[in-house]
């Protein structure tokens, strides 16, 4: 018999591992809740999509976060509510309630990605300045009365892009109960928008020239008697008043400014400031109360005024009792 060796090799491979030290990060500034009070809201069961029923402001000092030198994070903003989902209204979301819709920015000052679901990427020391929350409740619907229960309604928290699974809170944001009431009243407005019309530098340039006047009106039918009551919100310029509007489109020093029109005469609104809607009767049926926007050129900073685009921003709350 032939014999055989079996001869077994064995090869030790060695494996070299690296482990990468992943980014923790930290929060300093306005830590904690921030709840806004219980509420209750009366609105028209069918009224104008996208009316604000009742807008929160508030303001918040600054918040630092940091997740290492040079490290990329990111803060991202969510609902902690599940049955809230998005509507065809850009930024508004869905509630317990039909017909209520919600909506949530902060840094309200900052561009689109500050609304909630949102996120901010920031390398290094960040720090979000001091500037406000906005919660505002919207029309999305025909609406039934009800009630959104008290409790947690957003969570921002930060994390390092190279460690996402390990995010520290930033903030929290609570709301109190917000019972709702339906008033058979209708809320129409004749435009969402105002064309403020084109206007050339050389007419600008002229001493005491301004934009034409554009008129819109709002109308609220009432079947049962009633009163009301109405507050243009936006901001205004730095250094001025009144019913200017600050500009956020290209144009430098053009701004929008803001009439109630009585018969053919006109009286410039005060911002965020609660006024009579057209009287202080009450009245039953319709009240149709015109308004009206002009493009504004301050007369000291005239010879500063450029080219583009003029765009402002202001929503009206309607109070009816």
Same mark, same amino acid.
């Given at each position: 018999?032939?014999?055989?060796?079996?001869?077994?090799?064995?090869?030790?491979?060695?494996?070299?591992?690296?482990?990468?030290?992943?980014?923790?990060?930290?929060?300093?500034?306005?830590?904690?809740?921030?709840?806004?009070?219980? #509420?209750?809201?009366?609105? !028209?069961?069918?009224?104008?999509?996208? +009316?604000?029923?009742?807008?929160?402001?508030?303001?918040? !000092?600054?918040?630092?976060?940091?997740?290492?030198? !040079?490290?990329?994070?990111?803060?991202?903003?969510?609902?902690?509510?599940?049955?809230?989902?998005? +509507?065809?209204?850009?930024?508004?979301?869905?509630?317990?309630?039909?017909?209520?819709?919600?909506?949530?920015?902060?840094?309200?000052?900052?561009?689109?990605?500050?609304?909630?679901?949102?996120?901010?990427?920031?390398?290094?020391?960040?720090?979000?300045? &001091?500037?406000?929350?906005?919660?505002?409740?919207?029309?999305?619907?025909?609406?039934?009365?009800?009630?959104?229960?008290?409790?947690?309604?957003?969570? #921002?928290?930060? !994390? &390092?892009?190279?460690?996402?699974?390990?995010?520290?809170?930033?903030?929290?944001?609570? #709301?109190?109960?917000?019972?709702?009431?339906?008033?058979?009243?209708?809320?129409? &407005?004749?435009?969402?928008?105002?064309?403020?019309?084109?206007?050339?530098?050389?007419?600008?340039?002229?001493?005491?020239?301004?934009?034409?006047?554009?008129?819109?009106?709002?109308?609220?039918?009432?079947?049962? +008697?009633?009163?009301?009551?109405?507050?243009?919100?936006?901001?205004?310029?730095?250094?001025?008043?009144?019913? #200017?509007?600050?500009?956020?489109?290209?144009?430098?020093?053009?701004?929008?400014?803001?009439?109630?029109?009585?018969?053919?005469?006109?009286?410039?609104? +005060?911002?965020?400031?609660?006024?009579?809607?057209?009287?202080?009767?009450?009245?039953?049926?319709?009240?149709?109360?015109?308004? &009206?926007?002009?493009?504004?050129?301050?007369?000291?900073?005239?010879?500063?005024?450029?080219?583009?685009?003029?765009?402002?921003?202001?929503?009206?709350?309607?109070?009816?009792?």
């Amino acid at each position: 018999m032939k014999g055989y060796r079996i001869v077994v090799c064995i090869f030790l491979i060695m494996m070299s591992y690296s482990t990468k030290s992943l980014s923790k990060c930290f929060v300093s500034g306005n830590l904690g809740n921030i709840s806004f009070p219980s #509420i209750t809201l009366t609105a !028209s069961e069918k009224g104008t999509m996208n +009316t604000v029923l009742y807008r929160f402001s508030v303001p918040i !000092s600054s918040i630092n976060f940091n997740c290492g030198q !040079s490290v990329v994070a990111t803060w991202k903003s969510e609902f902690s509510r599940p049955e809230f989902s998005s +509507t065809s209204i850009p930024n508004t979301y869905t509630t317990t309630i039909p017909g209520v819709g919600i909506r949530v920015k902060w840094p309200a000052s900052r561009g689109q990605n500050a609304w909630v679901p949102g996120s901010y990427t920031c390398t290094g020391n960040c720090v979000e300045p &001091a500037d406000r929350i906005v919660i505002e409740f919207v029309q999305i619907g025909v609406i039934k009365s009800g009630v959104i229960h008290a409790g947690n309604l957003v969570n #921002i928290s930060v !994390s &390092a892009d190279n460690n996402p699974q390990d995010s520290v809170a930033m903030l929290t944001i609570n #709301i109190g109960e917000v019972d709702i009431n339906v008033r058979s009243c209708s809320i129409y &407005a004749s435009d969402n928008s105002v064309d403020l019309g084109d206007y050339s530098l050389i007419d600008v340039n002229k001493s005491g020239y301004q934009g034409d006047m554009k008129d819109f009106s709002i109308t609220l039918d009432c079947p049962e +008697t009633s009163s009301a009551k109405i507050q243009f919100d936006g901001t205004n310029p730095w250094g001025m008043t009144g019913g #200017i509007l600050v500009n956020s489109g290209s144009a430098n020093h053009a701004y929008t400014r803001l009439y109630s029109k009585l018969g053919t005469g006109y009286r410039e609104l +005060t911002l965020n400031r609660i006024i009579n809607f057209g009287s202080v009767t009450s009245f039953k049926g319709v009240r149709k109360v015109d308004y &009206a926007a002009q493009m504004y050129f301050d007369e000291s900073k005239r010879n500063l005024v450029t080219a583009g685009n003029v765009n402002s921003n202001v929503v009206y709350t309607l109070s009816i009792d």
